[in-house]
């Protein structure tokens, strides 16, 4: 199977957490979900950690996420491998 050129997000990027983006993903119900797509295992397992930790949430008015350009782009494809060519 080979993999596309870029990746599709079902939902909303809302943010990024190390090498993993956080992704906001409506459900048929109405509600949302959070799902991340990380770079590595142990981008992963790093994420993982975090959030296995207290959380805690704050709301301050002052600061408008859109503002944030890191927040707004789309991480790039990783490169293909060089084709393997005989000699």
Do not use: F, W
């Amino acid at each position: 199977m080979t993999e596309p050129d870029t990746i599709e997000y079902k939902g909303k990027i809302i943010g990024k957490i190390g090498s993993c983006i956080l992704i906001s993903v409506p459900t048929p119900d109405g509600k949302e979900h959070l799902e991340a797509t990380c770079k590595s295992k142990e981008a992963r397992e790093h994420l993982a950690a975090i959030l296995e930790q207290e959380s805690i949430l704050r709301v301050n008015p002052k600061v408008i996420l859109e503002d944030i350009p890191e927040l707004l782009v789309k991480p790039e494809p990783e490169p293909a491998p060089e084709p393997v060519t005989k000699s």
